[in-house]
Every structure is written in C-alpha cells, then in structure tokens.
C-alpha cells in the first residue's frame, strides 16, 4: 500500500505563487517518474508538468515559463512551484507517482487531490 500526500493549495491573488508538495510512502522500491495533473470544472483532467528518475522533465504548454517541476527521490517528494498564477490556472491539482513496488511490479497511483483557487 502506498500513500501519497499532497500539500500546499490554496487561495492566492492573480500574479501570486503557490507551491505544492506530494509526498510518497510506504512499499515503494524506486520512483519511475511522477507527475502533477489538474482538473477544472466541467473540464477533463490534464497534465501539467512530469519529471522522471532521470530529472528529465516536460510542461503544458499553458504553464511553461511559469511553473517548475522538481523531485527529491530521496524523500520520494515531488513539488510544483507555481508563479505568475492566472485565473485559469484555478483547479483540483493532483499527484501521479508511477513506482516500482518492493515485488518487482510497476504501479501507478494517484493522490487525493489539492484545490488551487486563483482569485481576487
């Protein structure tokens, strides 16, 4: 069983910084990759920004030049920073950890969710 726990959403003004936090635990062997998906209203879920073992990241294009993606493996800890936030950036932020397991088994599983509310 692994439990992801994520951190840091809010409401911030249009122009502020946020930063949120994911944190893995449990029966992980190794961290594939991670990343930070969002879903707005009526919208479908989208992803944001990844980063793998490797450090070797990718961005939407909507927050490129805006939000960073880093990882601290020997937390089994993803964070996203977010800057210069924009009314559209308001959504549920979510976790997503692909892990190999201490079997040998590669998994994928998914944090609770985080609200981010970019507003004045």
């Known amino acids: 069983q692994v439990q992801l726990v994520e951190s840091g959403g809010g409401l911030v003004q249009p122009g502020g910084s946020l930063r949120l936090s994911c944190a893995a635990s449990?029966?992980?062997?190794?961290?594939?990759?991670m990343r930070w998906y969002r879903q707005a209203p009526g919208k479908e879920r989208e992803l944001v920004a990844a980063?793998?073992?490797?450090?070797?990241?990718n961005y939407a294009d909507s927050v490129k030049g805006r939000f960073t993606i880093s990882g601290d493996n020997a937390k089994n800890t993803v964070y996203l920073q977010m800057n210069s936030l924009k009314p559209e950036d308001t959504a549920v932020y979510y976790c997503?950890?692909?892990?190999?397991?201490?079997?040998?088994?590669?998994?994928?599983?998914w944090g609770q969710g985080t609200q981010v509310t970019v507003s004045s």
């Open positions: 980063i793998t073992r490797g450090s070797s990241t």
């Open positions: 449990g029966s992980i062997f190794s961290i594939n990759a």
């Open positions: 997503n950890v692909d892990y190999y397991s201490d079997y040998g088994l590669l998994h994928s599983d």
